[in-house]
């Protein structure tokens, strides 16, 4: 069973350009949660979505950023005009969410975007 | 508004040694769960504890979870180099969305 999977893993953007980061779930899991990590820091939630359901998106910024994930594909986090302060780790994570409890959170290798 | 805190940030310890590190959450909690990350690399999911009281263990790690203080331990038994990484917990708070806070992260170093 093939892990959660993400890429690029690393990408390099000059400001102003656009960044789209991909993330597919492991195999079952209908749950997905992306989350950014800032050198030396912990990681902090952005949004966690379901298929083709935006259900939490209280850590996004309210501009230039954007996820979806949809029917049939990937999930995509989108940032538009980047600027150097998003440069980070994006990593996915998913989950299968069986019975009442949630199953622990499984996480992707991570895209470190790099804004020059 | 959910707080997580770990202690310490940072630590360095000989091959051999115990020692246990604590993870302190603000609010009334479904989950706690910990992570490990190597440098460079995705977490790696250690424990998950649901309940008071809840006990694992894994090779030379031991979480516990104490709901009414709200706070969890990791203990190290006989550390060895290749525990060397960083170890994060995370809360998931009860009642709330699936989203985990998480805490800043324990850079631990094994010297040999």
């Known amino acids: 069973n093939a892990g959660v999977m993400q890429n690029p893993r690393h990408l390099v953007r000059r400001r102003g350009q656009e960044a789209r980061l991909r993330c597919s779930p492991m195999?079952?899991?209908?749950?997905v949660y992306w989350y950014r990590q800032l050198p030396e820091e912990g990681l902090k939630f952005m949004v966690y979505l379901q298929k083709e359901n935006i259900i939490d998106e209280s850590g996004m910024p309210k501009e230039r950023f954007s996820a979806e994930f949809p029917k049939e594909g990937p999930s995509i986090l989108r940032i538009q005009q980047v600027v150097r302060g998003d440069s980070a780790a994006y990593f996915c994570?998913?989950?299968?969410?069986?019975?009442?409890?949630?199953?622990?959170?499984?996480f992707g290798p991570g895209t470190r975007l790099l804004v020059l | 508004e959910l707080k997580v805190e770990q202690n310490p940030l940072f630590l360095s310890m000989q091959e051999g040694k115990n020692y246990t590190i604590y993870c302190n959450y603000s609010t009334t909690s479904d989950r706690l769960y910990w992570y490990r990350q190597d440098p460079g690399k995705s977490l790696e999911s250690l424990f998950v504890l649901l309940s008071n009281g809840a006990v694992k263990q894994e090779g030379r790690l031991m979480a516990s979870l104490d709901t009414k203080a709200r706070l969890s331990t990791l203990h190290i038994t006989a550390a060895v180099h290749d525990l060397s990484a960083t170890y994060f917990c995370?809360?998931?708070?009860?009642?709330?969305?699936?989203?985990?806070?998480f805490g800043k992260g324990m850079k631990l170093t094994v010297n040999p």
């Open positions: 995370a809360v998931a708070r009860q009642g709330g969305s699936e989203k985990l806070v």
């Open positions: 195999k079952g899991h209908s749950h």
């Open positions: 994570a998913s989950s299968p969410r069986t019975g009442e409890y949630q199953e622990t959170q499984y």
